[in-house]
């Protein structure tokens, strides 16, 4: 399956915006009677304010002109009155939609990486993680910025223009008309123009996570920079993504700003038509010079707004390439389904691989119609070339990965009718580059494994020393409370790859699979780790991929992986002649 989220159609992309908007709103439901009443206090302050102008005209055509300075000073109290109002309903509507912003910020993130842990590896093998932070933090914080700072001004802007278009229209049709004939200039502008901002947007961002993905990877593997001396080569690798960010952010700037000069020069203009029909009108009577006033203020209310959306239309068009980017990591689901539970066969082995074929995404197939047996209670080896298969037939029996044709079956029934909590605690699995959390070494063993979750650190000592555990604890000077910080070189590969020896041990697994597992380790230690493994349950079935053959030499069974091939090797010495006829013919 192809989880490559730089890859996709754009075309396809673009027709789903509309669908991802309403998703976006279904993804905010918790938030609605929030907004509702940020939109009620919204309504309220937009009331207040557009009545303004009209208290002002009212108050120079019958008070000023009068010269009644009771009336003013009462006209003036209630104005004051009306602004105290309107500042506490801002302050009140800004509280609340900055939480709201927070809120949805959070829901976000806690969305997005719930969704990432969902997925298979083949997604993380397909997109670089610098690009999937990027989407975390950048993109998500986009829409934050744009909920809890752009979407009151938006909303009261839309309002505002609303009621002052009512307002111009009601006072005088034809001179309303005449102030709001280049505000349709601006929408049919800004609709062509829209599609344009969004694409731009959408680009700058994904540029702005190449880069991010960059960095990440520079920073990841600056010791082989510096061992090699190819700050060179990873400086120009950084100056060809900074420019490329730099070129999407120059175009989308440019485009975000095209808005503001043309929507003031418009504004300007129907002043201009307000000012000149207006002092016309009055030289007819039909209109007095507060009246005049008013119209003014009511054709600023209408416009003002407009300048600024011309920058909240942007935030907006940004938000939504932000969600856009986010919706395609949410909308994904893992093709490691769980399938219904078939009965299972009786006196099945362990392990059965049934025609099994398998190929990563984009590559071409690596196993070829492979089919085995492994009983349970047994040690079976993988031996084979670099490249012929091992891992990926490993990765197939701890289900990492599905077939792409043919059937895994564990314990007489398809694999993937094992819920991930069945399959993990029936299969254990040491990675060639183990991963460890930051955090004690007690805290890195007992993840995952509820049985020991809420042991103290006494008690662990006393279930590893069961388990022959203690004297690979030895190692460590702080025992369980020795501290790891993930990736620092305080801790080797090798003390690495004991720690999670350690923790798939106390796992009790009926499968254990071994993935070079000892390459990093001494041979005494190795000794010491076999010692373990005879330790285990009778019935535990080890399978060990090892280029070491005094890892494999005592192994009950020995499988040749080649050319996307398994074929039975026999016995150890048939084992290395094959791998000998291999290096020859190779």
């Known amino acids: 399956m192809n989880y490559n989220l730089n890859s996709q159609d754009t075309t396809a992309q673009q027709s789903t915006s509309g669908k991802r908007l309403l998703k976006l709103f279904a993804y905010i439901k918790t938030e609605h ?184 990877e520079s920073l990841s593997n600056f010791k082989v920079i510096i061992a090699f001396n190819r700050r060179d080569y990873f400086r120009k690798r950084f100056d060809q993504v900074n420019k490329e960010n730099y070129a999407t952010a120059t175009s989308a700037g440019i485009i975000n700003n095209v808005f503001t000069p043309v929507f003031s020069f418009c504004s300007q ?96 197939e690596i196993l070829h119609d492979v089919s085995f047996n492994m009983e349970q209670g047994k040690t079976y080896a993988l031996v084979g070339p670099t490249g012929g298969g091992k891992t990926t037939t490993a990765s197939l029996i701890a289900r990492l990965y599905d077939p792409t044709a043919g059937q895994v079956l564990l314990n007489g029934r398809d694999i993937r009718s094992y819920s991930p909590e069945e399959r993990t605690s029936k299969i254990g699995f040491i990675l060639q580059e183990p991963f460890l959390f930051s955090g004690t070494i007690q805290e890195n063993i007992v993840y995952g494994n509820p049985v020991y979750a809420g042991y103290t650190a006494e008690q662990l000592e006393a279930v590893m020393e069961e388990y ?29 790859q004991l720690i999670a020896f350690m923790r798939a041990v106390l796992r009790n697994p009926d499968l254990l699979v071994l993935d070079e597992a000892t390459a990093n380790i001494d041979t005494v230690t190795e000794q010491q780790l076999e010692a373990v493994l005879q330790k285990l349950p009778a019935h535990t079935t080890r399978v060990i991929i090892a280029h070491r053959l005094n890892t494999i030499e005592n192994a009950d069974e020995i499988f040749f992986v080649n050319h996307g091939e398994i074929t039975r090797a026999g016995s150890f010495g048939h084992a290395m002649n094959m791998l000998l006829q291999h290096e020859r013919r190779s």
């Open 269 to 364: 203009v129907a002043l201009l038509a307000v000012l000149a029909y207006g002092i016309h009108l009055i030289s007819l009577g039909e209109f007095t010079v507060g009246l005049l006033i008013s119209y003014l203020s009511f054709a600023m209310y209408f416009y003002n707004p407009i300048r600024q959306l011309a920058i909240l239309w942007t935030n907006f068009q940004m938000a939504m390439a932000g969600w856009d980017r986010i919706s395609q990591i949410l909308e994904l689901e893992s093709d490691l389904k769980v399938l219904p539970a078939s009965p299972a066969k009786e006196s099945a082995p362990l392990i059965s691989f049934q025609h099994v074929h398998f190929g990563y995404a984009d590559s071409k």
């Open 33 to 216: 009677r929030a907004l509702l009443t940020v939109f009620g206090i919204m309504v309220i302050s937009q009331a207040l304010t557009i009545t303004v102008p009209f208290v002002v005209g009212y108050t120079i055509d019958h008070y000023v002109f009068t010269k009644d300075f009771s009336g003013i000073l009462k006209w003036s109290g209630v104005l004051l009155g009306m602004f105290l109002v309107n500042l506490l309903f801002s302050y009140w509507q800004t509280l609340m939609v900055g939480q709201v912003g927070q809120r949805m910020l959070y829901m976000l993130r806690n969305a997005v990486f719930v969704k990432l842990q969902e997925l298979p590896i083949a997604f993380f093998n397909q997109n670089k993680t610098g690009d999937l932070i990027s989407r975390i933090n950048n993109d998500t914080d986009k829409m934050n910025q744009f909920f809890s700072q752009s979407l009151v001004q938006f909303a009261g802007g839309i309002m505002s223009m609303i009621g002052a278009g009512i307002f111009l229209l009601s006072i005088n049709f034809k001179l309303g008309l005449a102030t709001l004939a280049p505000a349709i200039l601006l929408l049919l502008f800004t609709r062509v123009l829209s599609p344009l901002v969004k694409k731009r947007n959408a680009a700058n961002m994904k540029s702005t996570g190449g880069m991010s993905a960059e960095i990440q």
């Open 468 to 496: 022959g555990l203690n004297t690979l604890l030895a190692r460590f000077e702080d025992g369980l409370a020795t501290n790891i910080v993930s990736g620092n070189d305080g801790i080797s590969l090798g003390q690495k």
